[in-house]
């Protein structure tokens, strides 16, 4: 079949909301040819993104029955695709890359697929995050920063969102993105454990040896380890969540790539926006040392005042609300935005609005052409 079939997975990949495109290196193809055999590029090309059984899916390949629904568990189990039990059975569907299969691989990392990655994930921002109305993750503040508001979203309270009936099973896994760095031979200082899957996504996560299981209670306590870590919350981009990143300028791809952007803000969904008191505000510089995309920057001495302080980029913060408690003159607070952003209601809205999207503008590149 050689790499034909790997071009014909890249391209049926692309194909689910979150898209895969194609990179100047081929990047993404050799990685394809790390995760699937030959047979099973050829089998995942039979499978979109409704769940199915896998007798269902067998039926539609040319090969015997027995032998495709043991390579249908067995990529189920590898993190090529995704498996829902249920009462009646398993359920098999195709997921997207990243915010799937991707992450699914984190115990399959190696140096070259941690290479690898650094292109992959800057075509999908090019070409799927960049200017996206509807993206895959949205910024939930700190637990700290925002506690007491009382115009805060049920969302946007970072515990609130994860906890409460129905919202467990609850799984942490290695974050890929400090996988990657140590693969590589880099320096980790932040916590490993720190990726967060809910629901489905946890029972997946579960039953494969991805993640560990994590009780209500673990999973507070992880929240609070990762806000002390100074890891920035990204959610599924929706009201009820299957997972949850926590990340960090020193390791992550989401914050490599948001960084190169002049106007960071506008490139990710947030409620909120931090502003520093100019009056009560010494110049310590704490808050900047714990600001993960530089957005808070020394400004002009105001008349009244013999130093310098500290005032915050607007088109630089991203909302995380990081900054807020570590300020000892309780300077800084977080700010609705003018435009508070059209969370979807669920993983499923949020993927058919991605997919309408992308639709969308293929259609209008179609006109132009
Ligand atoms: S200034 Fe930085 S740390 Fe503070 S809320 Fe904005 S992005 Fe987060
Ligand atoms: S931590 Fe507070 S006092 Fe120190 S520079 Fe930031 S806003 Fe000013």
Redesign the pocket.
């Known amino acids: 079949m050689g790499d034909e079939i790997y071009t014909r997975l890249r391209e049926h990949i692309d194909s689910m909301p979150a898209g895969y495109p194609a990179t100047d290196s081929g990047a993404e193809i050799k990685m394809l040819k790390k995760f699937y055999t030959p047979l099973q590029a050829q089998i995942a090309l039979s499978i979109g993104p409704m769940p199915e059984t896998a007798q269902a899916i067998a039926a539609r390949l040319d090969m015997d029955e027995k032998e495709a629904v043991t390579q249908i568990q067995t990529m189920a189990s590898q993190g090529s695709l995704f498996r829902i039990t249920t009462p009646d059975g398993a359920l098999f569907r195709h997921p997207n890359f990243i915010m799937g299969l991707y992450e699914w691989h984190v115990h399959a990392v190696d140096k070259e697929v941690a290479e690898l990655a650094d292109d992959i994930y800057e075509g999908l921002f090019e070409h799927h995050w960049k200017n996206r109305k509807t993206k895959q993750l949205r910024v939930v503040?700190v637990g700290t920063?925002v506690s007491g508001k009382d115009t805060v979203k049920s969302y946007d309270m970072i515990r609130d969102l994860v906890k409460g009936p129905g919202k467990g099973p609850y799984a942490v896994a290695p974050c890929i993105c400090r996988v990657e760095q140590i693969k590589k031979g880099n320096e980790v200082t932040r916590p490993l454990e720190t990726c967060l899957t809910f629901g489905l996504v946890a029972q997946y996560y579960i039953e494969n040896g991805i993640g560990k299981p994590l009780t209500q209670d673990q999973l507070m306590e992880k929240i609070d380890e990762c806000e002390a870590a100074n890891l920035?919350p990204f959610s599924t981009n929706s009201k009820e969540i299957v997972n949850m990143c926590m990340c960090d300028k020193d390791s992550c791809q989401l914050f490599r790539n948001l960084g190169k952007f002049p106007k960071p803000a506008q490139e990710v969904h947030a409620a909120?926006?931090?502003a520093i008191d100019a009056d009560a505000c010494i110049g310590c510089k704490k808050?900047s040392k714990?600001?993960?995309?530089?957005?808070?920057v020394q400004t002009d001495i105001p008349a009244a005042k013999k130093r310098f302080v500290q005032r915050?980029?607007t088109d630089?913060?991203?909302?995380?609300?990081?900054?807020?408690g570590t300020c000892p003159q309780n300077a800084?607070t977080?700010v609705e935005n003018a435009v508070f952003p059209d969370v979807p209601d669920n993983a499923i809205e949020m993927s058919v609005r991605m997919a309408k999207e992308r639709m969308a503008i293929a259609a209008a590149s179609k006109e132009m052409a």
């Not at 714990?290 to 808070?296: G, L, M, P």
């Open positions: 503040p920063s920035v909120f926006h931090a808050c714990k600001c993960q995309i530089d957005a808070i915050v980029d630089r913060c991203i909302g995380c609300g990081l900054c807020v800084i977080m």
